[in-house]
């Protein structure tokens, strides 16, 4: 039986006092949304992870970065924040390879799997994100490009490393545009992640993996997305700035999760 997980992704938004008062409403909500059923973690930007985390001090709720350098060491990486520096923060998790950073900041399959093993290495919790553009689906490429973005960031990590791996599959073309895969659609995309990480990992590794969906998840599609096999929680980002709108969301991957 797999913990489901719900992460909300800022993005670039927020503002100290704006967040003070997400974060508290997502405290005094959290027990009520399933925390602890289900695994909550909140991604803001880097530069508020310190407020953040003091605000979550006591809760259920776990923090997360959005990204990370690739490289290990400190060094002379002007701009960059290593998943030491994260771990150090107060972060447990960090996404790896999301959509928009590997379409906006030419973040290559490499790229991704070098800050994968950095995040590792640091005692982080990697949330590897993957999907496909409308051009790749249209094109029947889908397979082929979501298996290799699978393949390339996690087939060489032994089973105790790949444990700890989270994969999001959020298809390009429902991030943020209100589109979302179907169900069956999602379903079946999940199943396919499973059955490569059970080609390269065994049965066992890929049967324990957590596969969150990502794309346009809201309130009001969340329990039809979740209640499939495969789908282990959501990545969300819009509907995660708002409060309400984001534990209800947790409540329905809880509420299933006591279904069974
Ligand atoms: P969205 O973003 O929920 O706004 O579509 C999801 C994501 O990019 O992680």
């Known amino acids: 039986m797999r913990k489901a997980l719900v992460a909300a992704n800022w993005k670039m938004n927020g503002r100290r006092s704006a967040n003070e008062q997400l974060i508290s409403a997502l405290v005094s909500g959290a027990e009520q949304a399933g925390a602890g059923v289900v695994d909550i973690v909140v991604c803001p930007p880097a530069v508020y992870l310190a407020d953040v985390r003091q605000r979550l001090a006591g809760s ?9 350098s690739s ?27 999301h959509s928009e950073r590997r379409a906006r900041y030419g973040e290559t399959e490499e790229v991704v799997a070098a800050k994968l093993l950095a995040a590792l290495d640091a005692g982080l919790n990697p949330v590897l994100c993957v999907g ?6 249209q094109a ?17 990590l032994s089973v105790d ?3 700890k791996v989270v994969v999001a599959y959020e298809p390009v073309w ?12 999602a ?21 324990k993996m957590r596969i969150l969906y990502g794309g346009s998840v809201n309130a009001t599609n969340a329990e039809s997305i979740f ?34």
């Open 71 to 97: 490289e290990k060491a400190d060094g002379a990486y002007t701009g960059e924040c290593s998943a030491q520096m994260f771990q150090d923060a107060g972060c447990s998790w960090v996404l790896i390879g």
């Open 187 to 207: 379903q079946e995309v999940h199943a396919m992640i499973r059955a490569v990480v059970a080609e390269f990992a065994g049965k066992d590794s890929a049967q």
């Open 161 to 163: 490393a790949l444990s």
């Open 227 to 260: 209640a499939q096999p495969d789908i282990d929680g959501g990545l969300v980002g819009g509907a995660s700035l708002k409060a309400e709108e984001f534990l209800a969301i947790c409540r329905a991957s809880a509420d299933l999760a006591a279904v069974g």
């Open 174 to 185: 429902a991030i943020g545009t209100g589109l979302t895969a179907s169900p069956d659609q």
């Open 60 to 68: 259920l709720i776990e923090l997360g970065a959005q990204n990370v």
């Open 132 to 137: 496909e553009t409308l051009e790749q689906r």
């Open 140 to 156: 029947g490429k889908l397979v082929e490009v979501v298996s290799s973005q699978v393949v390339s960031a996690l087939s060489t």
